[in-house]
């Protein structure tokens, strides 16, 4: 029982590393105002609101099965407080970091109405963080399956799509920037 606990661990902490991925490219590509004919932006905002659930799921899966594993010494604290873990704290320490971070972006969406926009889009923007900390929690822990070429190429992959679509997000300025920051500076 336990050796299956351990590769669903395994395999939805990568499928989180996914969905996260790309939860990060939909959310770039959201707040540079891309739209298609076919993908109007309401629609990418779903997307990205609905993977990033999903995201969360999976990352539930991979903590609970991580920890009731019971192969390594993991407790349920050492999911949320940092560094606490008697199992390479370090690595474990940043996925909390992560899932901690998750955590923030899910509450203060839930209550967004009720937040002001500087203080939602602070959170929103550290969640920019989120992603190389949960990456390198996944480079870092060890196990026989962070040697896999599919594991080392899904990996760059993500690396490459993250790059990309954030690089894409501190260069390209939507025309009505501007006189957004100005009508709510205005406020």
């Not at 590393?17 to 993908?39: P, Y």
Request: with cysteine; aromatic share 8%; proline share 3%.
């Amino acid at each position: 029982m336990e050796e299956i606990l351990w590769f669903v661990s395994r395999a939805a902490g990568l499928v989180s590393l996914l969905m996260l991925t790309g939860t990060v490219v939909l959310g770039c590509a959201h707040a540079t105002r891309a739209s298609t004919g076919r993908w109007q932006r309401f629609t990418l905002h779903a997307l990205h609101r609905n993977l990033s659930l999903l995201a969360l799921v999976f990352l539930a899966v991979h903590i609970a099965s991580a920890i009731l594993d019971g192969y390594v010494p993991l407790q349920w604290v050492d999911a949320v407080i940092p560094f606490v873990s008697d199992y390479h704290p370090l690595w474990v320490g940043l996925g909390a970091i992560a899932f901690d971070l998750m955590l923030a972006v899910l509450v203060t969406s839930l209550l967004r109405q009720r937040l002001s926009q500087r203080l939602w889009r602070a959170v929103h923007v550290a969640s920019y963080a989120m992603w190389p900390v949960a990456m390198i929690h996944g480079l870092g822990i060890p196990g026989s399956d962070s040697n896999l070429t599919w594991v080392i190429a899904m990996n760059g992959a993500c690396a490459a799509a993250v790059a990309a679509s954030v690089t894409r997000r501190l260069l390209v300025r939507h025309p009505d920037t501007k006189a957004r920051r100005a009508m709510a500076g205005t406020r």
